[in-house]
């Protein structure tokens, strides 16, 4: 399967995110499980060996290897680490902002920057009392000549500790035109981010909150128009967060089969291995058959979005299986390790917080299953994945 979508250049792209993974992350995760807090060293260490701009074409220093390179990326890493990949997928989200977006002189600021990992980009959208309502925010933006005047807050937003360039969707008007994205960097006075609260897991990730009060900023930093910020936050959430989130789900998965199958080989009862037991061995023949179930629709839906092909359908289709199937798996390898799996000594029970983690962003199960619906009942709005599909359409990865 995985050579029927990849080119050698993924082959090599996998091996040296794994090789990275397990010499830099690894070692950190007893750490980052003590603290329960945003690794910063390990976030920029990561962002330097220039993953981040793997769906950053050439002109702009980035890798220009699309968007099942960046899959790849995302999912070696979570493998090891769903924080990690966690960090990956959120500044992927924004990046994309600005390749959509972003004006020629805002894609040569910032996109380099990116690439090089000199920067940490993020999306804003949700509000604390709006949740996954887009046009229920009330966080507003006001002109002021030259400048904009931010008033606020926004929550979940990830890598909001350790960002540098916050991509920010505010109301400057009524109704659906009236959303407007700006970019806001993380020195401006009159930006502060909240507390960061403790979480069931992604534990070295951060998700929180950010403040705007009176934050003013030049007309310059607006993304595209006036009434261009409902379609820079569901097109960043359809397009790279379904696909990002997949891997994740996709390479905490692959992390709870190894484990899991390891457990049952070392493991012995009745003078014999675990996975002789029927029970056992049944349990890990469905983890077996999710994963590999879940893969092929995570690299069919960005294969096909690598190709400037309409694939929406999919991509909430890849979301809901990965996200669901990693929390069936994770509920069976914990059942397989009965006790065992309750102690920190072991990663299984890290990697069921985390795959908890990835069930509500970019849309819960039934947003993806609502959507599905409309797809199969033909009153779908549309298809993101075509009107972008321009920007998006990347030359195939060569060797």
């Known amino acids: 399967m995985d050579s029927y979508f990849s080119s050698r250049l993924h082959h090599r792209i996998r091996e040296t995110v794994r090789d990275f993974a397990e010499s830099e992350v690894r070692p950190r995760i007893p750490d980052m499980e003590a603290s329960r807090s945003v690794h910063r060293e390990l976030s920029r260490m990561i962002a330097r060996q ?148 403790p979480a069931m897991g992604l534990h070295g990730f951060s998700f929180g909150e950010l403040v705007f009060e009176d934050c003013r900023i030049p007309a310059s930093n607006r993304l595209g128009d006036e009434g261009d910020g409902l379609s820079v936050a569901y097109s960043s959430s359809v397009l790279y967060g379904r696909a990002n989130l997949t891997a994740v789900s996709l390479g905490i998965h692959q992390a709870i089969m190894e484990e899991t199958t390891r457990f049952t080989v070392e493991r012995h009862r009745y003078g014999k291995p675990l996975h002789e037991l029927p029970s056992v061995k049944l349990k890990l023949g469905q983890i077996q058959s999710r994963l590999m179930t879940a893969r092929l629709a995570a690299y069919h839906a ?78 779908a709005k549309g298809s993101w994945s075509e009107r972008l599909s321009e920007l998006l359409r990347l030359e195939p990865a060569h060797a």
């Open 302 to 379: 960005v294969h096909l979005l690598d190709r400037g092909l309409s694939c929406d359908a999919e991509l909430m289709n890849a979301k809901l299986v990965n996200v669901e199937s990693a929390l069936d798996s994770a509920r069976n390898a914990m059942e397989i390790h009965a006790a065992a799996g309750l102690f920190t000594d072991r990663p299984i029970e890290r990697y069921l917080r985390d795959a908890h983690h990835i069930f509500a962003p970019a849309g819960t199960s039934d947003i993806q299953l609502l959507r599905l619906a409309e797809v199969a009942l033909g009153t």
């Open 50 to 197: 220039g993953w981040l701009g793997a769906t950053i074409s050439q002109e702009y220093g980035g890798m220009g290897a699309g968007h099942l390179a960046k899959t790849i990326i995302i999912e070696e890493l979570s493998r090891v680490s769903g924080a990690m990949g966690a960090m990956v997928q959120a500044s992927q989200l924004g990046t994309a902002k600005i390749v959509h977006f972003g004006s020629d002189e805002q894609r040569k600021t910032w996109l380099p920057a990116i690439a090089a990992g000199e920067c940490l980009p993020t999306i804003a959208v949700t509000e604390p009392e709006s949740g996954g309502h887009v046009l229920g925010m009330t966080a507003s933006a006001v002109r002021s000549g030259d400048d904009y005047i931010l008033n606020g807050s926004k929550v979940f937003v990830g890598n909001s500790h350790v960002g540098d360039l916050h991509g920010v969707v505010v109301r400057t008007g009524p109704g659906s035109k009236g959303l407007t994205a700006f970019l806001v960097e993380s020195d401006r006075p009159g930006f502060r981010t909240g507390p960061q609260a």
